[in-house]
Every structure is written in C-alpha cells, then in structure tokens.
C-alpha cells in the first residue's frame, strides 16, 4: 500500500501513484527475501457466541486489518454480503482523508463497512472470516509490509450485541491457542465511518495484476475458498462504476 498521501481532487494521478508505489513494495520484499508479505490462513473454530440468523433488514459491521484493498477484497466473496465499502473509522470526518490519515496521527485505521444479510450470514460468521484470512490479528500496528496504527487490527461495534460477540470471540480463540501469539485486536465503539477516495473502492476486483495485489490479497482470497468454503461465494458483491 502507498505510503506517499495525495491530494482528494486529483484522484486519477493518486491512483496512478499508489500503483506505481505497490509495485516497489513488492519489489522492495523480493528483493529482501521477507516472507512476511502475505498473512497466512489459520483454521479456527466458529463462534461459540452468535447471533442467530433471523430475517430482517439488513445489517452493517466495520472492521479495520491492514489494508484496506485486501480487507474489501476478502469480504466481497462473503456469502450474504450486499456491498463492502473501504473508509476509515476511529477518527473525525475532518481528517478522513487518505493523504492525512496516511500520516498515522488521525485515529483513524483503514476500515471496511460490511452490510450483510442477517437470514444468510451472522456478525459471528463475518469474524471468523476476519480472523482466520483476512489479516493475521496477532500483528499490533501493522499488516505484512505496511506499518502504523492506521494498519491496526480493530472491530468497530454498533451495538452491545457485536461487542459482546466480539469479545466473546477474542477470549475463545486466546484460549484455543490457535495464533503463534495473543490476539492485539482492538473492540472500539463506532463513532463514525467515513467513505474513501473511489480510486480505493473495489481496487482488488479492478487491479488483480497489481503487484501489491498478488503478492499481499490474492492469497487471501484463494485462503478463503479453500478453508472456509461454506461462507465463499465466486462472485464478488462488487460496488460497481458508480463508486469510483
């Protein structure tokens, strides 16, 4: 993920440049040999703490594990899920820019807004993809090749009802010993969700060839069919040209 922050009018250049920066991260961990760049997959339990699915309107959770490309990318495969947004969250709407939040000092993490369908998928179910191939939750302030609290790995709770199952989770999987380390998963409150630059939105579905995409998000997806693949759906819930 570009670490260089651009302006929000100029979009298209911004774009073009956290391209070309994606390109020299991979090539700067190539050439390191690291093998840090992609999260790998743990097979985890379900939670034993849920909601059980109910029809209804639909519901939103927010979430916060590395970048914000891949996290998007991971969720749209979801089975259940109608739309996943990239924008950030745990700071104010007057920082909620890529180029100040880039900076590491807003509060914010880049964050995605899930909204599911309560009658095919619970909130429980959508942290289980969270914690086992969306991002590595031992990781504190950092992603792979990306570091600073922005990268943090965070659950945005609406509700006492996500925090309790959040936590509930968290307490679960520490126990189970399934991570290498303890969970550095922060449950925060949402104050508020903030919609990125559209040159984020569905970056993965339209940059697959991305060197930062293959190395860093594709696996997670390929994770994703391959150990949960009750909760995988080919067909990504892609927001669409409208968003960009």
Same mark, same amino acid.
């Given at each position: 993920?570009? &670490?260089?922050?651009?302006?929000?009018?100029?979009?298209?250049?911004?774009?073009?440049?956290?391209?070309?920066? *994606?390109?020299?991260?991979? *090539?700067?961990?190539?050439?390191?040999?690291?093998?840090?760049?992609?999260?790998?997959?743990?097979?985890?339990?379900?939670?034993?703490?849920?909601?059980?699915?109910?029809?209804?309107? !639909? @519901?939103?959770?927010?979430?916060?594990?590395?970048?914000?490309?891949?996290?998007?990318?991971?969720?749209?495969?979801?089975?259940?899920?109608?739309?996943?947004?990239? /924008?950030?969250?745990?700071?104010?709407?007057?920082? *909620?820019?890529?180029?100040?939040? /880039?900076?590491?000092?807003?509060?914010?993490?880049?964050?995605?807004?899930? !909204?599911?369908?309560?009658?095919?998928?619970?909130?429980?179910?959508?942290?289980?993809?969270?914690?086992?191939?969306?991002?590595?939750? !031992? &990781?504190? %302030?950092?992603?792979?090749?990306?570091?600073?609290?922005?990268?943090?790995?965070?659950?945005?709770?609406? =509700?006492?009802?996500? @925090?309790?199952? *959040?936590?509930?989770?968290? &307490?679960?999987?520490?126990?189970?010993?399934?991570?290498?380390?303890?969970?550095?998963?922060?449950?925060?409150?949402?104050?508020?969700?903030?919609?990125?630059?559209?040159?984020?939105?569905?970056?993965?579905?339209? %940059?697959?060839? %991305? /060197?930062?995409?293959?190395?860093? =998000?594709?696996?997670?997806?390929? %994770?994703?069919?391959?150990?949960?693949?009750?909760?995988?759906?080919?067909?990504?819930?892609?927001?669409?040209?409208?968003?960009?």
């Amino acid at each position: 993920m570009s &670490e260089l922050k651009q302006d929000p009018s100029t979009d298209r250049l911004a774009a073009g440049v956290a391209t070309a920066l *994606a390109a020299l991260s991979v *090539a700067a961990l190539l050439a390191l040999g690291t093998s840090r760049a992609a999260e790998p997959a743990v097979a985890i339990p379900a939670p034993a703490e849920d909601a059980p699915k109910a029809a209804g309107p !639909t @519901q939103t959770a927010v979430l916060a594990g590395g970048c914000f490309w891949g996290v998007q990318g991971v969720f749209e495969h979801l089975t259940g899920v109608k739309r996943v947004v990239a /924008g950030y969250a745990g700071g104010d709407r007057m920082s *909620a820019h890529y180029e100040i939040v /880039g900076g590491g000092g807003t509060g914010h993490a880049e964050s995605v807004q899930i !909204t599911y369908d309560p009658q095919q998928v619970t909130y429980g179910q959508i942290l289980q993809v969270f914690f086992s191939v969306a991002h590595d939750p !031992t &990781e504190l %302030n950092r992603q792979g090749p990306d570091t600073g609290s922005q990268y943090r790995s965070s659950i945005f709770y609406a =509700d006492d009802t996500q @925090q309790k199952i *959040a936590q509930s989770y968290i &307490e679960q999987l520490n126990k189970a010993g399934v991570y290498r380390g303890p969970i550095v998963t922060r449950v925060d409150p949402l104050k508020g969700f903030y919609m990125a630059e559209g040159y984020h939105q569905d970056f993965l579905l339209r %940059n697959p060839s %991305n /060197g930062y995409i293959e190395v860093n =998000d594709l696996p997670k997806i390929d %994770n994703f069919r391959k150990v949960l693949p009750s909760l995988y759906v080919s067909s990504p819930a892609r927001l669409g040209p409208g968003a960009y």
